[in-house]
């Protein structure tokens, strides 16, 4: 009896390691999915900046920089998306061109807001630059000067008004 209980014991503390192992691998390959690449990292690290400093966004590098670098819980959160404050400095440069990223300081969101394009590539690679969006995660190709001017400048904000109601709010108020 004793042998059986071990037995089954031992068959269900396998087969929970198994299944973790399978639920971290997939988790694993979706964090790395939404956080690959030194431009999606920027705009997350700049997200995270916002979204704890009442919606304001960095003044400079520095600043982002302090941020970065301080508090050990900040670091537990940010290590848990593969994201290092130690490796901040490797993350100011784009893989693809070899360059700093143009960063857009001070750029202020709100909850439920678009997001906003900060991390910018400043030299083309075949005809495309990148923009990184804080509060999106995602990366936009940008084929034209006048895009990028536009996104850089901050006067146009890719969204959709539906996906942001206090947009589509505004939108309502101003055809009336």
């Known amino acids: 009896m004793w042998n ?6 031992a068959v269900a503390v396998s087969s929970l390691g198994i299944s973790l192992v399978g639920c971290t691998s997939e988790r ?15 705009a997350i690290i700049y997200n995270a900046y916002t979204g704890l400093n ?7 590098e520095a600043q982002l920089r302090d941020w970065m670098q301080s508090g050990a819980w900040k670091k537990k959160k940010m290590e848990k998306l593969n994201i290092s404050a130690d490796k901040f ?11 700093k990223f143009e960063i857009r300081w001070g750029v202020n969101s709100a909850p439920m807001g ?20 804080a509060g999106g995660g995602e990366v936009l190709d940008v084929e034209t ?16 008004f539906e996906k942001y109601p206090n947009r ?8 009336k």
Do not use: H
């Not at 059986?4 to 014991?9: A, G």
């Not at 009442?54 to 400079?60: H, T």
């Open 114 to 133: 678009p997001p906003r394009p900060v991390i910018f590539e400043a030299t083309e690679i075949d005809g495309i630059r990148q923009v990184g969006l």
């Open 54 to 60: 009442q919606w304001k966004g960095p003044q400079d």
């Open 89 to 99: 400095d490797d993350y100011l440069i784009s893989e693809r061109t070899g360059e």
């Open 168 to 175: 589509a709010k505004k939108s309502r108020k101003k055809k």
């Open 4 to 9: 059986i209980r071990l037995l089954l014991w």
């Open 28 to 42: 694993d390959q979706l964090v790395n999915q939404y956080t690959a690449g030194n431009i999606k990292k920027m």
């Open 145 to 160: 000067d006048e895009e990028y001017d536009e996104l850089m400048s901050g006067v146009y904000v890719p969204d959709d």
